[in-house]
C-alpha cells in the first residue's frame, strides 16, 4: 500500500501515488500555519516575563510636542485667529503595557514565518524546476517535491520553540526583571545562550528536506542518482545558510 504522505517515505510516496498541485498547497498551507502558531508559546514567555504594570511609550501616538495645542494669537484669518488641529492619535495614552506590544509583535513575526515559508517553497520550486527542467515532465512535478519539503521545517519551528521553552528561566528573569529594560536584557541573555542549540533543529531539517528532495527529484524526473544528490544538496545548503545568516543577524 501506498504511504499517504511522504514525509516519512518519500521513495515510495513518489514512485506510487500521483502528486496534484491541490495537494501540494494544501501541505504548504498546513506547514505555514504549524510554522506560525510555533511562535505563540514562546510570545507567551516573552510576555509574562514582564511585570503586568510595565508601560512603554506608545508608538502609535505622535510625539508629545505635536499633540500640544498650537494657537496663534498673532496669525489671524478675517479676524479669527488661527489654531492648528492636532494630529491623528493624539486621543491614544501615552504610555502602553509591555505585554501587549510583545503580542503585537509576536502576531507579526507570526504571520512573517508563515509568509517567509510560503515564498520558500515558491523559490525552491523554481529553483529546483530550473536546474532540471528538461527532466520534469510537469511544473507540478517540482511544486509536488517543494511542498512536501515545507513538512520538515514545520516541525524545525515547533522543536525550536520547545527548545527556547526548555531552555528559558523565567525565575531568573522575573527577579531581573525589575524594570522593562531589564527583563529584556535577561531575555535577549538568555536566548543568545540557547543559540546553539536552537540551531540544530534547522540543521536536522535541512537534512530531512533534502532527503525528501532526493527520492522527489529520482522518482518522478530522469536524473541520475548523483545528479539527484547535487541539486537536492545544493539547495538545501543554500536554505540553511540564509536561515542561519538570518538567525544570526537576529541576535
Known amino acids: ?32 500555519l504549524v510554522a506560525s502558531l510555533a511562535l505563540l508559546p514562546v510570545g507567551w514567555l516573552v510576555a509574562t516575563s514582564f511585570d503586568p504594570s510595565a508601560t512603554v511609550p506608545n ?4 510625539d508629545e510636542s505635536l499633540c500640544e495645542p498650537n494657537d496663534f494669537p498673532n496669525l489671524t484669518v478675517d479676524g479669527e485667529s488661527v489654531t492648528f488641529g492636532t494630529p491623528e492619535g493624539c486621543a491614544e495614552p501615552a504610555r502602553i503595557g509591555v505585554r501587549s506590544v510583545v503580542w503585537r509583535v509576536v ?21 529546483l ?8 515532465e510537469t511544473g507540478r512535478d517540482a511544486m509536488a517535491i517543494a511542498g512536501w519539503g515545507t513538512v520538515p521545517w514545520a ?4 522543536a525550536g520553540a520547545g527548545v527556547l521553552l526548555a531552555t528559558a528561566d523565567p525565575s531568573a528573569v522575573r527577579v531581573a526583571g525589575e524594570s522593562a529594560s531589564a527583563t529584556a ?5 538568555q536566548f543568545r545562550a540557547a543559540l546553539p542549540v536552537t540551531l540544530v533543529p534547522p540543521a536536522l531539517a535541512t537534512l530531512w528536506t533534502g532527503w525528501i528532495h532526493y527520492h522527489g527529484l529520482r522518482e518522478l524526473t530522469a536524473l541520475t542518482s548523483r545528479r539527484a ?23
Open 1 to 32: 500500500m501506498a504511504p499517504r504522505t511522504a514525509v516519512l517515505s518519500p521513495k515510495a510516496y513518489f514512485r506510487e501515488r500521483d502528486v496534484s498541485a491541490e495537494r501540494a498547497l494544501t501541505v504548504v498551507a498546513l506547514s505555514a
Open 59 to 62: 508608538p502609535d501616538r505622535p
Open 107 to 127: 502576531g507579526i513575526e507570526a504571520l512573517a514565518q508563515g509568509l517567509s515559508l510560503c515564498l520558500a517553497w515558491v523559490g525552491i520550486t523554481a529553483a
Open 129 to 136: 524546476y530550473a536546474l532540471a527542467r528538461q527532466s520534469f
Open 155 to 158: 516541525a524545525s519551528a515547533l
Open 185 to 189: 536584557d535577561a531575555l535577549a541573555s
Open 229 to 251: 544528490l547535487e541539486l537536492a544538496a545544493v539547495v538545501n545548503a543554500s536554505g540553511f545558510l540564509l536561515v542561519l545568516t538570518q538567525t544570526l543577524l537576529s541576535v
